[in-house]
């Protein structure tokens, strides 16, 4: 059973950053592509970042191109999402998700097995 445990989350000013983290245990972390989605009240989950599973290639939301990175430290059983010039249309729960079997990119929620219970993002104006 494969547990994922985000943190980093908080209240930020517009313009501003944060990093996300999400800790992975109980499996074998390098064999996963990861993702990041969030889900801001009242909206469908959306897909924000996905990453394969030896942090080689990267796929974005439209709407986070160029302000987010996503990232992984296979070693220390982690994936990252670094969050820059942030907006108040970027509140939302941030989840991390895993997905264990494949060697591509995946953006569906659909397509991963395994969440984190999230963590709260709120960009104020």
């Known amino acids: 059973q494969v547990q994922l445990v985000e943190s980093g989350g908080g209240l930020v000013q517009a313009g501003g950053s944060l990093r996300l983290s999400c800790a992975a245990s109980?499996?074998?972390?390098?064999?996963?592509?990861m993702g990041w989605f969030r889900q801001a009240p009242g909206k469908d989950r959306e897909f924000v970042a996905t990453?394969?599973?030896?942090?080689?290639?990267?796929r974005y939301g439209d709407s986070v191109k160029g302000r987010f990175t996503i990232s992984r430290d296979n070693a220390k059983n982690t994936v990252y999402l670094e969050m820059n010039s942030l907006k108040p249309e970027d509140t939302a729960i941030y989840h991390c998700?895993?997905?264990?079997?494949?060697?591509?990119?995946?953006?569906?929620?659909?397509?991963?097995?395994?969440w984190g219970q999230g963590t709260q993002v709120t960009v104020s104006s």
């Open positions: 998700a895993a997905r264990i079997v494949g060697l591509g990119l995946y953006e569906s929620p659909y397509e991963y097995s395994y």
């Open positions: 109980g499996g074998t972390f390098s064999s996963y592509a």
């Open positions: 990453i394969t599973r030896d942090g080689g290639n990267t």
